[in-house]
């Protein structure tokens, strides 16, 4: 399995963004994507996440109504579109895949459920 993500970049507050994780080497409608984010001297936090076929997404507090997640199961890539972008939303930003686990909150939000993760795309908000 393999996740590329891409759509990072530098950015003022209030712009928008919208990443890309390409995935391959899997059938991506049987796996659960997720968007994660590390900021400079902070543990990684859980953004956002989508079923299998896309009927059910969960996100953070803290971006829920500005970021939405999405995927497009014939291109095998899941989206997070970012608006009104603020500062304190500058981390890597990375996607995670996982077939087998349970699409409950407490399960989707925790890193320690995916076992696939891609290798981050840098978003920076300047203010």
């Known amino acids: 399995v393999q996740l590329q993500a891409s759509g990072g970049g530098l950015v003022q507050a209030g712009d928008s963004l919208r990443l890309s994780c390409a995935a391959s080497g899997l059938t991506f409608s049987n796996y659960v994507m997720g968007w994660f984010r590390q900021a400079p001297g902070k543990e990684r936090e859980f953004v956002a996440v989508?079923?299998?076929?896309?009927?059910?997404?969960y996100y953070a507090d803290s971006v829920k109504g500005r970021f939405t997640i999405s995927r497009d199961n014939a291109k095998n890539t899941v989206y997070l579109q970012m608006n009104s972008l603020k500062p304190e939303d500058t981390a890597v930003y990375y996607c995670a895949a996982d077939k087998n686990l349970m699409f409950t909150t407490a399960v989707v939000s925790s890193q320690n459920s995916y076992a696939h993760w891609g290798q981050g795309t840098q978003v920076t908000v300047s203010s």
């Open positions: 989508i079923s299998r076929v896309g009927g059910s997404t």
